[in-house]
């Protein structure tokens, strides 16, 4: 499998089918396999790209604590296009995924087609809100310290069965890239010029008042609320995810050139 070296740390990369590229981040302690249960129907038509964050599945996990950072996984995400030779990408992915797709396009605009957020938060204006959620953050890093993997086995089905090589690369990247230092990405939303797709479960508490926010704060953004779907939409219901995500693909403007 095809691997990019971002100063000595080895990214992970997969690339199926031909067409547009879409590349698709994974969600925190989860990895690329996450996706492969639509890789039949995404790539039918789009170039395909899937990848293990830092710290995740087959991409390398530093002992460095300043080897994990948001800005560190905005520009994996930005050396993979360059990789294969891609100048722009529709930007997709869950949760923390989905959270550093809003990072990227913050960073590369330019370089972003459209943007598929699934199952995802902006961030926290708010100080507080956003030390509670950093407290959640260093107290998985702990757990997984003290625990580790077997930490996973009581969560989601696409984290309790994600391959991780060890738990001290989650701990680190939960440290470091879980955690969020401002408001940057949810002052963003308003900013946004690209035709925006929010994919949220029915089932899924905590994010639905999230992308409530981000439907209203992104110009022109489309919203699909999944019916008997969790946190993982695309594993709880793979066919409602792939009948959300396909047409508003397809109905993409071509791209110049």
Do not use: C
Not at 38 to 56: E, S, T
């Amino acid at each position: 499998m095809p691997r990019i070296d971002r100063d000595g740390v080895g990214i992970h990369y997969e690339v199926h089918g031909e067409g547009p590229p879409l590349l698709l981040t994974h969600g925190y302690s989860s990895t690329s396999a996450m996706w492969h249960g639509q890789i039949d129907a995404l790539a039918a038509n789009h170039k395909l790209v899937l990848w293990d964050m830092r710290g995740h599945g087959q991409s390398d996990y530093p002992d460095d604590p300043n080897a994990y950072s948001e800005a560190l996984t905005v520009g994996d995400m930005a050396a993979i296009p360059d990789a294969i030779g891609a100048s722009s990408a529709v930007i997709g992915g869950l949760s923390l995924g989905g959270y550093m797709s809003l990072a990227f396009y913050r960073a590369h605009p330019q370089a972003t087609r459209a943007l598929l957020i699934i199952d995802t938060g902006p961030g926290f204006r708010k100080d507080d809100a956003r030390e509670a959620w950093n407290a959640r953050a260093l107290a998985t890093a702990d757990k997984l310290d003290r625990e580790g993997l077997d930490v996973l086995k009581a969560a989601t089905r696409e984290r309790a069965t994600a391959s991780h090589r060890n738990a001290s690369g989650l701990a680190l990247a939960a440290r470091g890239m879980l955690t969020q230092r401002d408001a940057r990405v949810m002052e963003l939303l308003p900013d946004i010029k690209v035709p925006s797709l929010i994919v949220v479960g029915a089932d899924d508490a905590p994010f639905l008042a999230a992308a409530d926010y981000m439907a209203t704060k992104i110009p022109g953004a489309q919203k699909v609320v999944i019916p008997a779907a969790g946190h993982a939409v695309n594993i709880d219901q793979p066919q409602a995810f792939v009948d959300a995500v396909v047409p508003f693909l397809k109905n993409l403007p071509q791209q110049a050139g």
